[in-house]
């Protein structure tokens, strides 16, 4: 009668009834990885500025942050107005030489009518042949010079130095840059994690180690690749690459459960705990009879595709834990 009476009052309160074990889990301590959650922050494998190869006026911007380009597209042009005023002064000193070297070479023509003559002394005359000389290579060099500095005019246009994104243009058209100035920043060569984590834990890092990842897209797994020996600030950086990370943000932060120890703990399958009144049972085998024991369950972590839970305290190695029959 009390029996009845109690089977009655579990189902009044909408409480699940105890059935007997059908199989049997042996408990036995097993090796378990302790996981602590951190950010991870995407990062481009590569970012590198295109720079203004020539101080002056920025005249055209074709680029805006989010942009894809490829490598040596052409982002905007510098035009330096002094180098067209520089060109006219090199073609008036060519020209300048030039009526020199027309003049000298008129004198060194008479000069050799001398000399067959006998009027002219040779060192008088090697002097003409110096001059006639001297301009010829003046010339050149005015030539060469004016080379130079067309080429500087043409390195006016700002050109993507890889194929990526373009994360950041920090000018703006009209602005004045000078030689060497960043116009924008591109990052390709696909992204990778960066994590900065507590000093505390840098001797637990270790390169190889597995990394669970928990993505917008779900679920993915990585492996530490790197981690930097140096300290700043009470964090130690590492990197992590992950074969199927997509991100249209570079800087985003990402979720990242990082193996920081390994110890001895007891689990069972996940299925054989049962929660009664906010208490949580095991039906464990005692001799030849079953009971239900109260225990105190830890995180729970799926092995070989078991969702598995560890049990605190309640069990000791060697019990059979029974399920439902």
């Known amino acids: 009668m009390k029996a009845f009476v109690l089977l009655m009052a579990l189902c009044a309160l909408g409480l699940p009834r105890l059935a007997l074990a059908e199989g049997a889990f042996a408990v036995a301590p097993t090796e378990v990885t302790d996981w602590k959650t951190v950010y991870g922050q995407i990062e481009a ?37 002094k180098i067209a005023f520089q060109i006219n002064a090199i073609d008036a000193q060519i020209s300048a030489l030039g009526s020199q ?41 005015q030539k060469a010079s004016r080379q130079v500095t067309e080429q500087a005019a043409t390195e006016g246009a700002v050109l993507a130095p890889i194929a990526g994104r373009v994360l950041e243009v920090p000018v703006a058209r009209g602005a004045v840059v000078m030689a060497g100035e960043t116009v924008a920043t591109v ?41 930097y020996p140096t300290i700043a600030g009470g964090r130690v950086n590492a990197d992590v690459e992950v074969p199927d990370l ?23 399958p996940f299925e054989l705990l049962h929660t009664r009144s ?39 190695g060697g019990e059979e834990v029974l399920g439902d029959e």
């Open 246 to 268: 997509k991100s249209d943000f570079v800087g985003e932060r990402v979720l990242v459960k990082l193996p920081l120890a390994r110890r001895q703990a007891f689990i069972v």
């Open 101 to 141: 070297l027309k003049n000298a070479q008129n004198d060194l023509t008479r000069g050799e009518a001398l000399k067959a003559r006998g009027v002219m002394t040779a060192q008088a005359y090697d002097a003409l042949k110096t001059q006639v000389s001297v301009l010829t290579q003046q010339i050149e060099a």
């Open 187 to 227: 990052g390709g060569g696909g992204v990778f994690l960066r994590l900065s984590v507590p000093e505390r834990f840098a001797a637990t890092l270790h390169a190889g180690d597995a990394i669970a990842i928990e993505a917008a897209s779900g679920a993915i797994s990585g492996k530490l690749a790197k981690v």
């Open 45 to 81: 494998k590569d970012m590198i500025p295109a720079r203004a190869r020539l101080g002056g006026t920025l005249v055209s911007l074709t680029v805006s942050e989010g942009d894809l380009v490829t490598a040596g597209q052409e982002l905007g042009k510098v035009v330096d107005a």
């Open 278 to 316: 906010g208490l949580d049972f095991l039906r464990v085998r005692a001799g030849d009879a079953v009971i239900e024991r109260a225990v105190v369950p830890g995180p729970k972590q799926v092995i070989d595709g078991v969702e598995m839970v560890e049990i605190v305290s309640g069990l000791s």
